[in-house]
Antibody, heavy 117, light 107 residues
Framework: EVQLEQSGAEVKKPGESLKISCVGS????????IGWVRQIPGGGLEWIGT????????KYNPSFQGHVIISADKSTATAYLQWGGLRASDTAIYYC???????????WGQGTTVIVS | EVVLTQSPATLSLSPGERATLSCRAS??????LGWYQQKPGQAPRLLIY???KRATGVPTRFSGGGSGTDFTLTISSLEPEDFAVYYC??????????FGGGTKLEI
């Protein structure tokens, strides 16, 4: 079964750094792009960015560029989303996604809740 | 950036009725549009890709249509488990993509 398993919930203070992870299994991790999606409490979905594990050259939504870093390690089948300085407005659920079939988000992680307060 | 506008924001229907959800793009996205379903407390799930193709395991009561700037998601006869939030998403300028604001389908 194809799965994306995300790291657990985090509670941080403004200004702190954070790195959350997403481990892929059940498929060849380096074959498909991996992305991150944000969902603010009670809000909609926002695409943050996407990386191809084979070359680790991430593409970002301009709204998030410079505030987050996306990376992937194909040797451990793990993708990462990190912040150097969290803000209260980063409080949200973060999903990792596989861009599989025709690059749509066909597999989703369970979500990582990040609270910045 | 392509902006996707979904309507209505909320749709109130009963089981057995037909639901039609709309997604309009600010510029043509060809047929590069997908639909996702999200139930409370769950991650979204891909329903439709490339405007009209059902993803694996999606019931046949779900159908997608449209091209260019206007798209629809139709649920032919609502089941109780279909009441959820639905999002459209375009990937016409891959690897950039955007989501619509969502339509809440409520009983």
């Amino acid at each position: 079964e194809v799965q994306l398993e995300q790291s657990g919930a985090e509670v941080k203070k403004p200004g702190e750094s954070l790195k959350i992870s997403c481990v892929g299994s059940g498929y060849i991790f380096s074959d498909d792009w991996i992305g991150w999606v944000r969902q603010i409490p009670g809000g909609g979905l926002e695409w943050i960015g996407t990386v191809y594990p084979g070359d680790s050259n991430p593409k970002y939504n301009p709204s998030f560029q410079g505030h987050v870093i996306i990376s992937a390690d194909k040797s451990t089948a793990t993708a990462y989303l990190q912040w150097g300085g969290l803000r209260a407005s980063d409080t949200a659920i973060y999903y990792c996604v596989r861009h599989g079939h025709y690059y749509y988000m066909d597999v989703w992680g369970q979500g990582t809740t990040v609270i910045v307060s | 950036e392509v902006v996707l506008t979904q309507s209505p924001a909320t749709l109130s229907l009963s089981p057995g009725e037909r639901a039609t959800l709309s997604c309009r793009a600010s510029q043509s996205v060809n047929y590069y549009l997908g639909w996702y379903q999200q139930k409370p407390g769950q991650a979204p799930r891909l329903l439709i890709y490339n405007a009209s193709k059902r993803a694996t395991g999606v019931p046949t009561r779900f159908s997608g249509g449209g091209s260019g700037t206007d798209f629809t998601l139709t649920i032919s006869s609502l089941e109780p488990e279909d009441f959820a939030v639905y999002y459209c998403q375009q990937r016409s300028n891959w690897p950039s993509m955007t989501f619509g604001g969502g339509t809440k389908l409520e009983i």
